[in-house]
């Protein structure tokens, strides 16, 4: 398989799954202004979308959007425990969480990284974020990941976007248990190793 990917942007969730997840795969990063990858194709010839994640198969299926990829990933190795099992109430609540990320904060933090973006629209948009988070503040200040003991690809996803809260000035402090957990997954193997491939590991 091949992950095509922009450093530190939500691709980096996939990436953190493959490697929890054990599998063999490449990267290729992509220049997402320039729609080319490291080796010059055309990403638009890989994905018509033009942006980040892209998986692609070893039968040359390309997979794309985030949510879905990881969930692939999670069951080709069932064994690591990076999603429950298909069918299941579990999977459903997997389910819940990856939309919420996706949707309410991923996106939420989306209009801060541009820079015509007025700053009393930002204004609005963090303390959205900051409501967000208060729910998550509840969530892990009774457990050590989303889904309780076990790390899933959701937690891929929020260590992914909790990641551009410091670039775009959105503060953490009042949400002493998403800083916390923030740490914590940082220090995961995978996770470092993750981090060392993309260049974004101090």
Known sequence: MKLYYSSGACSLSPHIAL??????FDIERVDLRGKKT???A??????TKGYVPALQLDNGTVLTEGPAIVQYIA?????????????????Y??????????????????????PAFPDEGKKIYKDRLAVRFKTLDEVLSKNTFLMGEQFTVADAYLFTV?????PVQVDLEAFPAVKA????????PHVQAALAAEGLKK
């Open 75 to 91: 069951d080709q190795a069932p064994e690591a425990k990076l999603a429950p099992a298909n069918g299941s109430l579990e999977r």
């Open 38 to 40: 490291e080796t010059g």
């Open 162 to 166: 909790l990641n551009w809260a410091k």
């Open 93 to 114: 609540k997997l389910q819940e969480l990856l939309n919420f990320i996706s949707t309410e904060i991923h996106k939420g933090f989306s209009p801060l990284f541009n």
């Open 19 to 24: 490697r929890e997840a054990g599998l063999k």
């Open 181 to 188: 957990y923030h740490a914590r997954i940082a220090e995961r």
């Open 42 to 47: 055309d990403y638009f010839a890989v994905n």
